[in-house]
């Protein structure tokens, strides 16, 4: 898996890290069992500073979606799957909030949002593809 901070951002880089692996994770580009880059592998490859990635794999740890072995690595864990569950929803969620805060901007009625994305949801979901229910 390949890293990309923003040194621009607002968003500290180690959380810019946390929130890759979170997506990685969703994605099914990083499973359980994966290992990470090492600390200084990472560093080298973003170009940051040691200790700001060591922040983003101590938040990761805390969240329990890596292990770090001493000696050996770090790796996704067991839990990360329950993580990365609640993030695809994290993720869903923010993006409604953002659809609705533009349609307020914009003067859309709540009923003309409802049909709208009623019908994008039509047309994006077949019968056989429903969405997982993440409530």
């Given at each position: 898996m390949r890293f990309d901070v923003d040194i621009t951002?607002?968003?500290?880089?180690?959380?810019?890290?946390?929130?890759q692996v979170k997506r990685a994770l969703a994605t099914g580009a990083l499973r359980e069992g994966e290992q990470m880059p090492s600390l200084r592998e990472l560093a080298?490859?973003?170009?940051?500073?040691?200790?700001?990635?060591?922040?983003?794999?101590?938040?990761l740890?805390?969240?329990g979606i890596i292990i770090t072995e001493r000696g050996r690595g770090s790796y996704?864990?067991?839990?990360a799957q329950v993580q990365s569950e609640q993030?695809?929803?994290?993720?869903?969620?923010?993006?409604?909030?953002?659809?609705?805060?533009?349609?307020h901007r914009?003067?859309?009625?709540?009923?003309?949002?409802?049909?709208?994305?009623a019908a994008r949801i039509k047309q994006?979901?077949?019968?056989s593809?429903?969405?997982n229910d993440h409530e």
């Open positions: 951002s607002a968003t500290p880089i180690y959380a810019q890290l946390v929130a080298a490859q973003l170009r940051v500073n040691p200790l700001t990635v060591a922040r983003g794999y101590r938040e740890e805390q969240l996704v864990g067991a839990q993030y695809r929803c994290e993720a869903v969620e923010q993006a409604i909030d953002n659809l609705l805060q533009e349609a914009l003067g859309v009625s709540a009923s003309a949002v409802q049909e709208l994305l994006n979901y077949s019968k593809e429903e969405p």
